[in-house]
């Protein structure tokens, strides 16, 4: 099974243009991709959908979208009707399986007066691997501002991640109401779980040790980079205006029970269509087909 995740910059590559056909060539290949900074009605994207416009040209994939940045973009016609529209941010699932249910979850984040410091996010999708399997799929963009925003929704991803089996999935029981019986099977929410995403923080920086919680003696988050046999400064998923600048701020871990299924991880260092570059991971879990 193949794994992407890839902050697209809105389709915004590196030459100039804004092509997510591209995008979607650079990433076709994976079984479960997980997207950050997609938008919808964004005039310097075109004021397009892209989480429709990508869905149509991956029409063979299932797909979530959880906009953790909405603002109104309504405009009224000239007979007063209005024309409802929201302007989105965030972040997409798609996987050849089906997403049996999807969460999003606000992460914290402090009032900034001296620059942008928008609301960020993370989505859960619970991905059929058939045979009766799932597993959680987390899909995280923090803050590229404020370290001591980026320790408090770390915070806030764990405890999520942790809570979830215990609270169970969409619904849990069953009812016998009529009104109710269009879903028969309650969701599971499995122990499995990777979480994937744009961290905007470097390996060797104090919020990764939160993340992974450096100071224990074996932590519960796995960083598949290290985890295949690279060391952790080596690697640049996104490169800063300095000539030979850069550090790897996009990551996927897994939880301790799967670290024995990732058998390899990579960066596409060719690809072109973000300031980012998609990172892979490969584990022996097989996919139906």
């Given at each position: 099974m193949k794994i992407v995740t890839y902050n697209i910059q809105f389709g915004l590559g590196k030459d100039g243009h804004n092509d997510l056909g591209r995008i979607a060539d650079e990433i076709r290949g994976a079984d479960i991709i997980a997207l950050q900074e997609v938008e919808r009605n964004w005039q310097h994207s075109g004021l397009v959908d892209q989480p429709k416009l990508l869905g149509d040209i991956l029409a063979q994939y299932y797909w979530v979208y959880g906009p953790y940045f909405d603002v109104d973009a309504s405009q009224k016609s000239a007979d007063g009707k209005i024309i409802n529209a929201r302007r989105q941010f965030g972040n997409m699932i798609l996987s050849k399986t089906p997403i049996l249910c999807s969460r999003l979850f606000p992460l914290p984040k402090?009032?900034?007066?001296?620059?942008r410091n928008m609301a960020m996010g993370m989505l859960e999708g619970v991905v059929d691997l058939g045979n009766g399997r799932a597993l959680r799929i987390y899909n995280a963009h923090l803050s590229a501002k404020s370290e001591s925003d980026r320790i408090e929704q770390i915070h806030?991803?764990?405890?999520?991640?942790?809570?979830?089996?215990?609270e169970g999935g969409a619904w849990t029981g069953s009812s016998d109401h009529p009104l109710w019986l269009e879903d028969k099977i309650a969701p599971p929410m499995p122990d499995e779980f990777m979480l994937l995403g744009d961290f905007n923080l470097p390996a060797n920086g104090p919020?990764?040790?939160h993340l992974i919680r450096r100071d224990e003696?074996?932590?519960?988050?796995?960083?598949s980079w290290t985890h295949t046999g690279h060391a952790s400064n080596e690697g640049v998923t996104f490169r800063d205006s300095e000539p030979g600048g850069g550090q790897r701020i996009d990551f996927a871990f897994v939880d301790q029970s799967m670290q024995s299924q990732v058998t390899k991880s990579w960066i596409d260092e060719d690809a072109l269509g973000s300031d980012h570059q998609p990172f892979w991971i490969e584990t022996d879990e097989s996919?139906?087909?």
């Open positions: 402090s009032f900034i007066v001296d620059q806030c991803i764990r405890k999520t991640i942790a809570q979830a089996p215990g919020e990764y040790s003696k074996q932590s519960d988050l796995i960083d996919v139906p087909l």
